[in-house]
């Protein structure tokens, strides 16, 4: 089988591959798609970083080379030993996180931040790949209303979820969103979902339009940080916001946000960031503010998304820039994804299209 496999830095290779065969426990998925990640980028042009390079990994026994791709969904094509929870055929979402369940964090429903956790196209062979061996417990049906180009897009979903439970928002809240990437534009939709009154900002005039499309209440620009910082206090009664949530990941996205969050409020950063931003931690102790990070997921959170999704209440179509055949995902999928300038948001690999 064809596979996007990821050997060392900037050594990303369409390979073919032996196809795997499911385990016990286990099932044989035929990928429907895959979508491209900043985060793939990252450990491709500066990595490996994430990925498990130089000794196996705890609880997969997998190191480089791996087959890349986290956000991903698949049709079951067979079935491991005692596997009766799916069946041959069933489209599923995928929760590409594993957890030990043993550790201090897992016993304590902090799963997000298990010391042993394996990602796949990670830590274990991921979804750019025309088949895929996953844990039949970490399968979630998929509605038929959820195409097979929306389904990658379950797991960025999943994350926004996963940072809205871990703010504690309250309906009616002011929440304002630094950086409309597609994470962004997921967590405007999931905080909208919420109850939250929801502000968008961003540098870039396509992103504050598709933040529009999708239910923001408000968007400021971010091009002047002085006269954005002074437009989140107009639209608050000068009050400022009750979280902001930082999903940009860039060196000064982190400092804005604080400096945005109202006295006594939250700020949420869900960005990676692959440099080291500064802050005056002054600006967090003195007006009290509460710093949370949020990452990947928790029990229940891709369900929730499923079910978002589902109903309407996110959507993820205007997220999709592109359709990209596995045999072109080089190409058309990574190197387009390079380009600084670029005007995309997900570009989904679907194997055989």
Known sequence: MQAIVYHNNKDLRLEDIPEPTPGSGEVKLRITGTSICATDIEEWQ????????????????????????????????????????????????????????????????QQA????????GFMADGGLAEFMVWPAEKLVPMPDNISDEEGPLLEPATVAVHGVRRSGVRPGDNVAV?????????????????????????????????????????VVSSTD???????????????????????????????????????????????????TPEIDFNNVVGPEL???????TSPGDLEAAVKLVSAGKINVKPLISQIVPLSRAMEDGF???????????????????
């Open 178 to 218: 630094v950086g409309c990437g597609t994470v962004g534009l997921l967590a405007v939709q999931a905080f909208k979902s919420a109850g939250a009154r929801v502000i968008a900002a961003d540098l870039r005039e396509q992103s504050l339009e598709l933040a529009k499309v999708v239910g923001a209440d408000e």
């Open 225 to 275: 940080l002085s006269a954005a910082g002074e437009k989140l206090l107009e639209l608050t009664n000068g009050i400022g916001p009750d979280i902001v949530v930082e999903s940009a990941g860039a060196k000064e996205t982190p400092r804005m946000a604080i400096e945005w969050t109202r006295r006594g409020g939250t700020t949420l950063l869900i960005g990676i960031y692959s440099t």
């Open 46 to 109: 500066y990595g490996p970083l994430w990925v498990q390079h130089g000794s196996p990994n705890a609880m997969t026994g997998r190191q480089t080379p791996l087959v890349l791709g986290h956000e991903t969904a698949g049709t079951v094509a067979e079935l491991g030993e005692g596997v009766d929870s799916v069946a041959v055929g069933d489209r599923v979402a995928i929760n590409t996180v594993l957890t030990c369940g043993t550790c201090f964090w897992c016993l304590r429903g």
């Open 113 to 120: 931040v298990c010391p042993n956790m394996a990602v796949a």
């Open 335 to 353: 190197e387009r994804m390079l380009d600084p300038n670029k005007d995309i948001y997900r570009i989904v690999i679907q194997p055989g299209s």
């Open 290 to 296: 509460t710093i949370i990070g949020s990452v990947a």
